[in-house]
């Protein structure tokens, strides 16, 4: 090994115990184990309540008199419905710490979390791209409504935000329904691949995908930026209006120098917290989104799976929106830490 190797092996040895030894990698921990305590919290209470709901999986075959009661037995016994809830509830528990598996779904007899995970990409896109429209379109607006004060501008954007937020997520969804088909075939509708997908070079799958993706998007954007553009706006009057920003103005500097370098970055503090709380939201209300416009994502599984009572395909659901709830909240804490510096990570509750 060569004098040059030796030193790049030991500032990557430096760099790694600098990282393990950091406020960032210490609140990542403490994050994780509090996450794992309350999911664990989190699955029992559903649990429970799953169980407290009249019927079964099952209740559905009762109906047939065409099956036997051999069979139902055999069903039972195959999903664990003649056991009581605290033992179905451990049975669940031990799939997923010993075999990384939520148990199997009754409705697609498979397992729940390879169903899941076929599902969530299609969610998760959908989620981002609404994410990334609506901070697109709000701060701006915020901007201008907040520079612009009680002025014809800032009248006009807040007319339009109370509209948005004024408009249920299913009456903006069937709205856009009614565009599609007035403008067909101009936004597809349906599914989220043309029938033709698989013929496409990849350049064109990416673009049939994001075609079908717009009205979806628009759809979960238009309430969510909304409430941003509002928050945004009232967020930056009160740093306008702060001793420090009058200061910067005395002192000559450009008027867009003083509202984008100082005041917007310090206005942006309770925005970036509010994102994990907007991540976990928008994955709730894709299911307006994924129902009206049959996109195949993780909305209309959960709905699928709770009409049948598909009781692990349910569990296994919800703790996935969990999951992305406590992911979203620790990638705003970072990234709050990283726009500014001088926060400290153990003072973020």
């Known amino acids: 090994?060569?004098?040059?190797?030796?030193?790049?092996?030991?500032?990557?040895?430096?760099?790694?115990?600098?990282?393990?030894?950091?406020?960032?990698?210490?609140?990542?921990?403490?994050?994780?184990?509090?996450?794992?305590?309350?999911?664990?919290?989190?699955?029992?209470?559903?649990?429970?309540?799953?169980?407290?709901?009249?019927?079964?999986?099952?209740?559905?075959?009762?109906?047939?008199?065409?099956?036997?009661?051999?069979?139902?037995?055999?069903?039972?016994?195959?999903?664990?419905?003649?056991?009581?809830?605290?033992?179905?509830?451990?049975?669940?528990?031990?799939?997923?710490?010993?075999?990384?598996?939520?148990?199997?779904?009754m409705l697609y007899n498979r397992s729940a979390s390879s169903i899941i995970a076929e599902r969530v990409p299609a969610t998760l896109l959908l989620a981002i791209s609404s994410l990334i429209v609506t901070w697109a379109i709000a701060i701006p607006m915020g901007i201008i409504g907040a520079v612009n004060q009680n002025r014809w501008s800032d009248w006009l954007l807040q007319v339009i935000s109370y509209a948005g937020q004024g408009f249920p997520s299913f009456i903006t969804a069937l709205l856009l329904l009614i565009l599609a088909q007035n403008t067909s075939p101009l936004f597809p509708v349906g599914d989220m691949t043309s029938i033709n997908y698989d013929e496409l070079v990849p350049l064109g799958k990416i673009i049939d995908i994001a075609w079908h993706m717009i009205l979806p998007t628009i759809a979960l954007s238009i309430t969510s930026f909304a409430g941003l553009q509002r928050i945004t706006r009232g967020e930056l009057l009160d740093v306008l209006r702060q001793d420090y920003i009058q200061t910067a103005r005395a002192k000559g500097l450009p008027?867009?120098?003083?509202?984008?370098?100082?005041?917007?970055?310090?206005?942006?503090?309770?925005?970036?917290?509010?994102?994990?709380?907007?991540?976990?939201?928008?994955?709730?209300?894709?299911?307006?989104?994924?129902?009206?416009?049959?996109?195949?994502?993780?909305?209309?599984?959960?709905?699928?799976?709770?009409?049948?009572?598909?009781?692990?395909?349910?569990?296994?659901?919800?703790?996935?929106?969990?999951?992305?709830?406590?992911?979203?909240n620790l990638l705003a804490d970072l990234l709050l830490k990283v726009v500014d510096p001088r926060i400290k990570l153990e003072d973020v509750n």
């Open 255 to 328: 008027e867009n120098k003083v509202i984008y370098i100082h005041a917007l970055r310090n206005a942006i503090n309770p925005l970036i917290t509010l994102l994990g709380f907007e991540f976990a939201s928008l994955l709730s209300g894709a299911f307006i989104a994924e129902f009206f416009f049959n996109w195949p994502g993780l909305g209309r599984l959960i709905l699928q799976a709770v009409q049948a009572q598909d009781l692990y395909l349910v569990m296994a659901s919800l703790m996935m929106g969990a999951v992305m709830l406590i992911v979203g």
């Open 1 to 105: 090994m060569t004098t040059a190797d030796r030193s790049r092996l030991t500032s990557g040895v430096d760099a790694l115990r600098a990282f393990l030894t950091s406020e960032t990698f210490v609140f990542i921990v403490k994050r994780v184990l509090q996450a794992l305590l309350t999911l664990l919290l989190a699955s029992a209470l559903s649990f429970l309540i799953i169980q407290l709901a009249p019927g079964d999986f099952l209740d559905t075959y009762r109906q047939n008199p065409k099956i036997s009661p051999e069979f139902l037995e055999q069903k039972r016994q195959q999903f664990r419905l003649d056991k009581s809830w605290a033992e179905q509830y451990f049975f669940w528990l031990w799939s997923i710490v010993r075999y990384g598996d939520a148990g199997p779904s």
